[in-house]
């Protein structure tokens, strides 16, 4: 309880900037690779050298994303998604910046959103450029599969599914629809990618001009968000953790909550008067 006051002591003084991960969508379905859930340890999830290199490894992506897709989808907000929705449009949260590809703060009412790895529901020409819609590419990859079919079980955190190699191998990629012949990729950083620079600049402008920066779900394993949590605590701007277990950025922290966030961020939306979007 002690933790959970200073941290609505926290919020309530607004100004703040959230950083979410992937421990916050594991309550809409979508498991984390760290956490609980996670499932860092029996899944490898797809590079940026492995799918432009790799015409095998690309089939085998495309393969899994286009089963997996349907379930991410599919997928709703939860209520820490509606408490932080709640927490912006209060006037609390001014901006999150989110390290999930699932798109559901968006879906919750978020009014600023900052999608540091991109959007899975974006789909990218790596040759001319082109942005489409991930629903028209599975449209596309549908009709070129029309007997592709599978059970499955459970997706992993970037939107796949695992399958067996004979299936992989009967699946047909389709190429840019625009141009011809451009090698498509989902609009997100693969592992081994660089995040955009003027996105990352735009992610330490609004922490650096935060009166609290707000962890949620996210072990700040890998530097791509673990950076954010630095630079506040280098400017003396206070850091506040709700994740379930421990983090690589608990060094840095004001106030340190380990709980599942579907319990405490309802419970801080109430605490300091923010309610729920309407129409969400």
């Not at 498991?31 to 996670?38: F, I, L, T």
């Amino acid at each position: 309880m002690e933790s959970f006051d200073a941290l609505t002591s926290l919020v309530a003084g607004g100004g703040v900037v959230v950083l979410s991960g992937a421990g916050l969508s594991t309550e809409s379905g979508i498991p984390d690779y760290r956490g609980p859930s996670g499932v860092a340890q029996r899944h490898t999830p797809m590079t940026f050298q492995a799918f432009t290199r790799d015409p095998l490894a690309r089939r085998r992506y495309w393969a899994r994303s286009h089963l997996g897709w349907r379930l991410i989808a599919g997928a709703a907000p939860n209520a820490g998604h509606r408490a932080v929705a709640g927490l912006q449009h209060a006037g609390l949260v001014d901006t999150v910046i989110t390290q999930n590809v699932d798109g559901l703060h968006g879906a919750a009412g978020s009014p600023s959103v900052i999608e540091l790895h991109g959007r899975l529901d974006e789909v990218t020409c790596l040759d001319c450029g082109n942005l489409t819609s991930r629903e028209e590419l599975h449209r596309r990859l549908r009709e070129a599969n029309p007997e592709f079919v599978a059970r499955v079980a459970a997706v992993n955190p970037d939107g796949d599914v695992d399958l067996p190699d004979e299936q992989v191998a009967a699946f047909r990629p389709v190429d840019c629809g625009i141009c011809g012949t451009g090698m498509l990729k989902p609009d997100v950083v693969f592992f081994g990618e660089t995040v955009p620079a003027q996105r990352v600049a735009r992610c330490f402008a609004a922490v650096e001009q935060a009166r609290s920066l707000l962890v949620l779900g996210s072990s700040l394993t890998v530097m791509s968000g673990r950076r954010f949590v630095i630079r506040a605590a280098k400017r003396g701007i206070p850091v506040a953790i709700v994740n379930q277990g421990p983090t690589r950025g608990d060094g840095h922290v004001t106030v340190c909550v380990d709980a599942p966030l579907g319990a405490v961020l309802p419970q801080l939306a109430a605490r300091v008067g923010a309610g729920t979007p309407l129409g969400v």
